[in-house]
């Protein structure tokens, strides 16, 4: 019947669009285009890490640091040292001994999260956050006026800061790494919040 029939066509078209508009939708989700864009910041990693593997701490460096050599090792037991967690006068973090001024070079991509003044203890300090890792990074004993400001980003080798003076009551200037997981914004990472800076350095792809 000829009044019925544009109907029952129209309604047989949308149906065969939508199960075409299905068809693509799924095969849409399916791509590994969507699915890249879909993706978390964890599962962006590897990208990111890529790009900033092509990239090299300059020579001469240790920890990112010029001419720098460790102090202090991470966990080191120091009787009657006061800043370790609950009283365990363990040193959390990492001393890297410099001499003052010399540049401090970043581990890898990521942003300046935090920055303070801490006088009689960090003095100068940075925070610093690596989304393709999810990780944080405290750099403590800077020279004052040599840091990054809050909001900057930084790629490999792009200078965080520079080694500031004599510090921690100790007869040598040194910055203090101490990392953690996760962004810890704005403060510094706590005695009890950290883990050993060489899991952030070899999540970073940096050699050992
Ligand atoms: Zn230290």
Redesign the pocket.
Known sequence: MPASAPPRSRRSVKRTMAAALTAAGLLLALSPTTAAADSTAAGRAPVSQAVDAAAALPAGTWWGVAGGRTT?NYNEYFPGYQ?GCNGDQR?????VGAPTGNRIHAWGRGRVVGRGYDPGGYNRWIQVYFPSVDMSLTL??LLDGSEMRVGTTFTRSTVWAKVGTKS?G?NHA?V???AARGNHGAAPIGPCEDMNPFILWNALGLPS
């Open positions: 202090s800043f040193h959390k973090g990492v001393d403590g004993h921690d100790l040194h203090h790494f101490r």
